[in-house]
């Protein structure tokens, strides 16, 4: 279950960093666009974690233990990511400072 | 450190690529590198796969028309006034069998986005979707089909030539199908079975659909997902065969799998005490003076799949590139934050203490 949460986590802080760097850039203007960025890059970003690529079950190996200790590292890796992200967006609005 | 704090939104568009980019297609690789070293399907000559076996039920769901050739995907029909809604037989109802694979915790399983037959005497319906309606439908079960037309084993004699088999690649397996397939019974008659055109099936979502008396489906998938540390791909093939119930010769269906080299024959026989019902399958038979078309056919299906596990082993390698891996994203992930001074900070402290 955790490694599905991560990918979507992560395809979310992606999409967001997406629109953020669209709106900083001077394009996406209005809330049209950039729902229909935000959403958009969400959901290529979940699809080419999840559905292209073995990167979930990967991750799922890793939180199983069959990777052992470069699993831990791996999922750490992934975790401390989306921590960052998240800290970054709520302490300053946006994903990547 | 002052660099990363410079320009932290670099590190993220770094940790961008890298997740989105470089994660995906390193995963791929080191896996599909560990599949070459480690993927093991050993068939004998002559016996049952020494690859683990896994028995499984699989719903097969509808009711056969043999009139417009079809399997209804969704409507309804009402008897009393005539009419049909929702759908158009033979149009609208192209396919609506799928048997899609799937594992759980090391036991495969398949389900099926199906359509459903229910109703009373005056109106039915046909639904379709997952295989959580409740099939408490009319019909005997598999095993006890089994058992009341004595058959105690059958075999499965498949014959594949011209196949490619790249492993755990959905685009290459399965695309050149040809052959004859032969399937018997101990206690029946020799079905002599010719594949149709095979179509480039390319993952698990296919839609495959109807099988009637005498002939069959193939159908084809690749599962390819970890399951405790390993990862199952699993090319294989599906025979379906519906026959007459009257028929006490006959056999309802039976899905096999295996992989074959090229132009290799593989056979086992299956006993049926190997084989475990973990669902309810599901048989129908047509109610006299209320379907719509020929009454007097009748058809009823079950569908077994009886799977072999390709897998991978997690290979020192795989560890290996995960932990480097996990190690770069923490640290692309630190400098990607304008607080990336204060953790250093903290740790370099830590470290003097």
């Known amino acids: 279950m955790l490694d599905v949460v991560l990918v979507q986590l992560i395809a979310v802080l992606l999409g967001v960093s997406v629109v953020q760097a669209g709106a900083k850039a001077g394009a996406l203007q209005g809330g049209f666009k950039r729902t229909l960025a935000g959403a958009g890059a969400t959901y290529t970003s979940g699809t080419a974690l999840s559905g292209f690529s073995s990167t979930e079950s990967f991750i799922r190996a890793s939180l199983d233990g069959d990777l052992s200790i470069g699993g831990y590292l791996f999922v750490l890796g992934l975790l401390v990511v989306a921590f960052v992200w998240l800290i970054n967006l709520f302490e300053t609005r946006a994903v990547i400072r | 450190m002052n660099g990363a704090k410079v320009n932290p939104a670099a590190w993220s568009a770094i940790a961008v690529l890298l997740l ?131 058959v105690t084993s059958f075999e499965v004699r498949m014959t594949g030539s011209n196949l490619t088999t790249e492993p755990c690649d959905d685009e290459t397996l399965f695309a050149n199908v040809s052959g ?128 072999l596990a390709d897998q991978v082993e997690a290979t020192s390698a795989m560890s290996w590139f995960a932990g480097a891996f996990g190690i770069v994203l923490m640290a692309v992930g630190l400098a990607s934050t304008p607080y990336w001074d204060p953790v250093t900070d903290w740790l370099r402290r830590g470290l003097r203490a």
């Open chain 2, 20 to 150: 989105l980019v470089g994660m995906p297609v390193a995963v791929s690789s080191v896996t599909a590198i560990a599949y070459q070293e480690t993927s093991s399907i050993e068939f004998p000559e002559n016996g049952p796969p020494a690859a683990t076996l896994y028995d499984i039920a699989m719903t097969k769901t509808g009711i056969y028309d043999p009139q417009v050739d079809a399997w209804c995907n969704d409507g309804s029909y009402d008897v009393a006034t005539g009419t049909k809604e929702g759908y158009n037989f033979g149009e609208d109802c192209p396919s609506s069998v799928s048997p899609i694979p799937y594992l759980v915790d090391g036991e495969a399983y398949v389900t099926t986005a199906t359509c459903a037959f229910y109703g009373d005497f005056t109106h039915y319906d046909w639904k379709c979707g997952d295989s959580d309606l409740a099939w408490n439908y009319y019909g005997l079960s598999w095993g006890e089909d089994m058992v009341n037309q004595s």
């Open chain 2, 180 to 307: 004859v397939y032969t399937l018997s019974f101990s206690k029946g008659p020799i079905v002599e079975l010719a594949p149709p055109p095979f179509p480039k099936y390319r993952a698990i979502a296919e839609t495959t659909t109807t099988v009637q008396v005498g002939t069959f489906e193939i159908y084809s998938g690749l599962p390819y997902e970890y399951v405790g540390g390993v990862q199952y791909c699993i090319p294989y093939f599906a025979l379906v065969i519906e026959v007459d119930p009257y028929s006490a010769e006959d056999v309802a269906a039976i899905v096999a799998s295996t992989d074959f080299a090229a132009g290799e024959e593989v056979w086992w026989t299956l006993e049926l005490d190997d084989l475990e019902v973990r669902e309810q399958s599901v048989s129908y038979s047509s109610w006299p003076g209320v379907m719509p078309w020929d009454s007097t056919e009748v058809y009823y299906g079950h569908a077994m799949r009886v799977g």
